[in-house]
């Protein structure tokens, strides 16, 4: 046992010299030597086998899938600019809180989020970001990374946060290898550390050379740090790697003389970046900062500006809008921008076309504005070969064939006719928008592309979508997982309840809180399509214009026709929310939800507190009973103190939810 003990030390302490430090203090084959009397003590002697023996790096475990993780300090997203005046811009918000701030500027590490745990100075546990929220244990597999110590330098408790990332080099051999064995190649470095890092085979991840860079504790006031740049320097003894490149900088000027030397710098790293991190030092100016429901608010990331790669504009085809607008798209030759295969791009209208002096057969340089939609920034004129095609504005609707009035005021063209059926693209949106059957993944351009495209005519054709499944692959955004993931979500709404149905189908002046109390009040939809005026009109709240809407929409044979559709494929018309019993502390009381949570979405207190009798509102007004705060309340917040009115707090809230 104490020669184990030894050779753990030995071993760990070179893997943190030559992989943390880059500074080896054995040979190779000392290091080989230690290695193998390890293994062979473990294997005689496995009851002193330790959580944090080097051998573990090796992998080996087989899971059948990721366990799901809570995250006990939300791992945040960060807002993002773009260029010189919008960080001027952010320091001046810093400062407009009578903070006078120095600042850390760091790499951008292009890779993957991990949050690391560890007890008495052991590792016991790795995850994702996930959603911020909860994540995946991915603790095999951080494991294999030699730069993730097993046991830190301090027998300390703590939570630390980071970025596993592949190296360029690692990249350039491990593509040398598929291409040998005709694998599909890795798109770039994040792509492979993300896909690495997600092998439910631990061997796979300990195979592919990661490695990663740690930056941040969540909580340092409980470690007496008082400042960002002293984290950095407590995770470094700790034995963390730490980027080198970081810097602790006294005002803009220097944020900007930064950037711009790693701009230069870029390409000569030996990892990927793509921007630079700017985070307000001081952490008692952090915690007074404060965060929005999205973003911390004392840091911000510099994006360096898009990549830009050539390819062919193949075609313009037209596709038609919710508003009737019809819009030029570039069909492209499929080409891989920052990381994604690009293969259409909005022109947006005839002017922006014009303008850009595109023909169909150019040369185009595309980018990712912002790094996330796709963009044709120019032709290359001096590409051309004399063979390509002018653009000819469309005339006429490419959905219903009617001619197009052309709007001066707002630039474009539209198709006017009322009875156009792309007009009812703003109807499938309502359809699966979160108010209504909440289907995830469907957007408003993915469902405008997919009726485009001729996949959606009827809302019954979207519970059809998994039957197109290969179609749907080759679009552009589109992968094996996005797909299967919106089937599933397209197939969990199936399970919704009847409040939804009525709200997504879209009767006119019946709304998420109408189509409450419709469901509540008639149990099954069959019920409703077969009420009468005077049951109607008896229900407060539905007057006669409502009661008369809701009546006309079921008497429409196409509609039931749909309705009886949507049965046979499985989507629940009932009622089926679950009851529970009155609470008399919200039943019947008006109550007024602001701010965010930490642990729960304004939708959700808003079910809670409607499942218990109560009524919520989004307006305050004298007649509100209750308004329930969270952080970053704002204007409702000031109305309840002005009206003087009960207010709930986080303290309130846990009350009522916990009982």
Same mark, same amino acid.
């Given at each position: ?13 070179? +893997?943190? &010299?030559?992989?943390?430090? +880059? ?11 230690? =290695?193998?009397?390890? *293994? ?15 051998? $573990?790096?090796?992998?080996? %475990? ?23 005046? /919008? ?26 989020? @991990? ?36 046991? =830190? ?23 040398? #290898?598929?291409?040998?064995? %005709?694998?599909?190649?890795?798109? &770039? ?17 300990? !195979? ?34 730490? &980027?080198?490149?970081? #810097?602790?900088?006294?005002?803009? +000027? ?10 230069? $710098? #870029? ?8 921007g630079v991190v700017i985070k307000v030092n001081n952490v008692k100016d952090q915690v007074e900062l404060g965060t929005t429901s999205k973003y911390p608010k004392w840091v911000t990331a510099y994006k360096f500006p898009a990549q830009e790669v050539l390819t062919r504009l193949n075609d313009i085809i037209f596709t038609v809008g919710r508003t009737g607008q019809v819009t030029p798209n570039a069909v492209l030759e499929p080409v891989i921008v920052a990381g994604s295969t690009i293969s259409r791009a909005t022109l947006h209208n005839e002017d922006y076309v014009i303008m850009k002096d595109l023909k169909i057969g150019d040369i185009v340089s595309i980018r990712k504005?912002?790094? @996330? ?14 063979? /390509? ?43 699966? !928008? ?53 089937? /599933? ?34 149990? &099954? ?13 008896? *229900? ?32 629940? *018309? ?7 019993? !009155?609470?008399? #502390?919200?039943?019947? $009381?008006?109550i007024v939800i602001t701010g965010s949570f930490p642990d729960i979405t304004r939708d959700e207190i808003k079910k809670f507190v409607e499942d218990r009798g109560g009524i919520t509102s989004n307006s305050v007004s004298s007649k509100t009973d209750i308004v329930i705060v969270g952080a970053d309340p704002g204007k409702k917040y000031d109305d309840a103190l002005r009206l003087n009115l009960t207010i709930w707090g986080e303290k309130e809230l846990k009350e009522l939810l916990n009982e």
């Open positions: 046992m104490d020669r184990i003990d030894e050779l753990v030390r030995i071993i760990n302490e070179a +893997d943190y &010299n030559y992989h943390t430090l +880059d500074n080896p203090t054995i040979s190779d084959q000392e290091y080989d030597k230690y =290695l193998r009397e390890l *293994i062979t003590l473990e294997e005689k002697y496995p009851e002193y086998v330790r959580d944090d023996s080097p051998t $573990k790096r090796v992998g080996g %475990k087989v899971l059948d899938a990721f366990e799901k993780v809570t995250h006990k300090i939300p791992m945040m997203s960060i807002s993002n600019v773009f260029n010189e005046e /919008e960080i001027r811009n952010f320091d001046k918000k810093i400062k407009k809180d009578s903070i006078s701030p120095e600042y850390v500027c760091e790499l951008k590490i292009d890779g993957l989020s @991990v949050c690391l745990n560890y007890e008495n100075g052991k590792l016991v546990s790795a995850s994702t970001r996930g959603d911020g929220i909860i994540g995946e244990d991915i603790t095999n597999n951080v494991k294999t990374i030699k730069t993730v110590p097993l046991s =830190l330098k301090k027998p300390v408790s703590i939570e630390v946060r980071g970025e596993i990332y592949m190296p360029k080099k690692v990249l350039k051999e491990l593509n040398l #290898r598929r291409e040998a064995d %005709k694998l599909p190649l890795f798109q &770039n470095c994040r792509n492979a550390a993300a896909g690495s890092v997600r092998q439910l085979d631990s061997k796979v991840a300990a !195979s592919r050379g990661l490695d990663s860079f740690i930056y941040h504790i969540p909580n340092p006031l409980d470690y007496g740090i008082l400042t960002h740049y002293e984290a950095l320097k407590f995770l470094k003894e700790l034995g963390f790697k730490t &980027n080198e490149e970081s #810097r602790l900088v006294k005002n803009v +000027d220097e944020i900007i003389e930064f950037i711009e030397t790693q701009t230069d $710098k #870029r390409k000569s790293l030996s990892y990927d970046i793509d504005a912002g790094d @996330v939609i796709p963009e044709v920034v120019e032709a290359k004129v001096d590409r051309r070969t004399g063979e /390509e095609k002018e653009f000819v504005m469309a005339t006429k609707c490419p959905i219903c064939n009617s001619i197009l009035h052309k709007d001066n005021v707002i630039v474009g063209s539209y198709c006017i006719n009322p009875k156009c059926p792309a007009r009812n693209i703003e109807s499938f949106c309502h359809f699966v !928008s979160r108010g209504a059957m909440n289907i995830d993944g469907l957007g408003d351009r993915i469902i405008e592309d997919f009726y485009n495209y001729g996949f959606i005519r009827r809302f019954s054709d979207i519970y059809k979508l998994k039957d197109k499944r290969e179609e749907l692959i080759l679009l552009e955004g589109f992968g094996n997982k996005s797909v299967d993931n919106l089937i /599933e979500n397209i197939e969990n709404s199936k399970s919704n309840g009847l409040e939804r149905f009525i709200n997504a189908i879209g009767i006119s002046g019946v709304g998420a809180k109408t189509a409450k109390v419709l469901a509540k009040k008639f149990i &099954n939809l069959y019920s409703l399509m077969d009420a009468d005026y005077d049951s109607l009109v008896a *229900i407060p709240d539905i007057g006669d214009i409502l009661a008369s809407n809701i009546i006309n929409y079921f008497k429409d044979t196409e509609k039931r026709n749909e309705i009886e559709e949507l049965v046979s494929l499985g989507v629940n *018309i009932c009622y089926n929310n679950t009851t529970v019993s !009155s609470d008399d #502390r919200v039943n019947g $009381k008006k």
